[in-house]
């Protein structure tokens, strides 16, 4: 969370698409200053060489400025494309028979090709094929051992690598690719903070990331996607299991009736919240601001509408990634955020303590009873000593008018817990004596003014601070007097 120059605290992270708009590191420390908080590399677009580039500008002007900016790698997953379109386009209109067939060779008025291999076999007749998220739209109405013969529907200009959406048919092929792996790889290798899982169905599809995750012993976080109907079937699973939840709400608009996209928001962003894990609302939020420098009055009620309903982060994508003003798509992101939140602190309906929670275990009580103090005493900020991350994503969990202090000896945490709805992450060095905490948390929070001498603070912390998982001890302390 960064501190904008009016003093203002925004406690909705915003996240940034890199792309061309931003691969000039001046245009991305633009983009950065204007209030981004974590990164997206999007290994769909652009080369291990473009990113590695854009990740080192981040960690230059992280460096620089003393603020954790998280980097999400964005796996591609089995994303369907057409083939290259020989001549560059084809018109179609309703009506017309289209004909799929295997291989790799360009598509043409009378064949398309596609490069999902199980195309062909697993599409049956009456299923829906969209192109271009949905604009053109086809159904099946024939299947033979080597072809799919459709009548278009939604007619439209088909181009080259367009995706294709299969809504009504059950895809045989992993979420995780092999160029997902690769990926993975080099994202582990270059120490990002979290992947995200592309067009995830179902459980196993999570576990076989995580598999390869621990294979290569690192403790990256998962982001799951959920832009497939399937998955909504395993939504409890993936939340508990995950380490955030987006809502991709582009692909999840093609794959089902678009008019139920808002609910399924809601419900997704109400669970995670339950369940104390960060939710990111994804796609076109201010889509118009890639060409112009203004969004629409519906776009900025939708940025609105998901931190009401308690989003953890807002997400630019072709905004910044390939935009013609990357860094007012945040400012505009920004001011939305600023203005929501402060409408929400001014008619805030229940206090905090007041939301139904379910305790279980020592940390989750520990952080209940921080949430309480802190509420009923009116502090300053909540700052929770963490080796993990974890106590202070529960603390987040409840929304509080404060700030949530996340301080840490571990740069990945560091970094990681910038994803967090309210939290302010500080690096502080390893400790291994609660006594020294009282003096590193006082000259932390005077240095980045967050707090002044005499000022409550609830301090959430534990008798072996540098044993993950040990949190044990909440308490109440002034700053610059001793614990």
């Not at 290259?84 to 295997?102: E, H, N, Y």
């Not at 007012?328 to 602190?345: F, G, K, L, P």
Request: charged residues 25%; hydrophobic residues 40%; negative net charge.
């Amino acid at each position: 969370m960064q501190i904008r120059d009016s003093g203002t605290l925004i406690r909705t992270k915003i996240i940034a698409t890199l792309g061309p708009a931003t691969a000039d590191p001046e245009r991305l420390a633009a983009v950065l200053e204007a209030g981004v908080d974590v990164c997206r590399l999007n290994f769909s677009h652009g080369t291990w060489d473009d990113h590695k580039r854009s990740l080192d500008s981040i960690r230059d002007w992280s460096a620089k400025h003393d603020e954790p900016i998280a980097v999400l790698g964005d796996l591609c997953g089995p994303k369907i494309r057409l083939n290259q379109v020989a001549g560059g386009t084809i018109d179609l209109t309703p009506g017309d028979t289209v004909r799929f067939v295997r291989g790799d060779d360009d598509c043409t008025p009378d064949r398309f090709t596609i490069n999902y291999s199980g195309f062909v076999d697993e599409v049956e007749t009456g299923q829906r094929i969209y192109i271009d998220d949905g604009l053109i739209r086809l159904l099946v109405t024939a299947c033979e051992a080597d072809s799919v013969t459709c009548t278009c529907t939604t007619g439209g200009r088909v181009s080259s690598r367009k995706g294709v959406n299969l809504p009504d048919t059950p895809l045989s092929t992993p979420a995780l690719t092999d160029k997902d792996r690769r990926d993975l790889d080099w994202a582990i290798e270059h120490k990002l903070d979290y992947v995200a899982l592309s067009f995830v169905r179902r459980p196993e599809d999570l576990t076989d990331l995580k598999g390869c995750i621990d294979a290569r012993g690192s403790d990256i976080g998962v982001i799951v996607k959920i832009e497939k109907v399937e998955a909504l079937d395993h939504l409890d699973d993936f939340i508990a299991r995950a380490d955030g939840v987006m809502v991709a709400r582009g692909d999840l608009g093609v794959e089902m009736d678009v008019w139920r996209v808002p609910l399924i928001q809601k419900d997704i962003t109400a669970r995670c919240r339950a369940a104390a894990k960060p939710v990111i609302v994804a796609t076109q939020m201010l889509q118009s601001m890639v060409s112009n420098p203004m969004p629409t009055r519906a776009e900025v009620s939708d940025v609105a509408n998901a931190i009401l309903d308690g989003a953890d982060a807002v997400m630019l994508s072709g905004e910044t990634a390939a935009g013609s003003y990357p860094d007012i798509a945040v400012t505009m992101m920004d001011r939305v955020a600023a203005t929501t939140e402060a409408y929400q602190r001014q008619y805030r309906n229940a206090e905090p303590t007041k939301r139904q929670t379910t305790i279980q275990g020592t940390t989750s009580a520990i952080a209940w009873a921080a949430v309480q103090a802190a509420s009923h005493l009116d502090a300053r900020l909540v700052a929770v000593w963490s080796a993990t991350g974890e106590t202070v994503r529960l603390v987040a969990q409840h929304r509080l008018p404060m700030p949530v202090v996340g301080l840490t000896y571990d740069e990945h945490v560091y970094r990681r817990m910038n994803l967090l709805y309210g939290v302010i992450p500080l690096r502080v060095e390893p400790l291994g004596n609660p006594a020294e905490m009282a003096t590193a948390l006082d000259a932390r929070l005077l240095e980045r003014g967050l707090a002044k001498p005499g000022d409550l603070v609830v301090v959430v912390t534990s008798t072996r601070p540098q044993a993950p998982g040990k949190t044990d001890t909440t308490l109440v302390h002034r700053v610059a007097e001793q614990m």
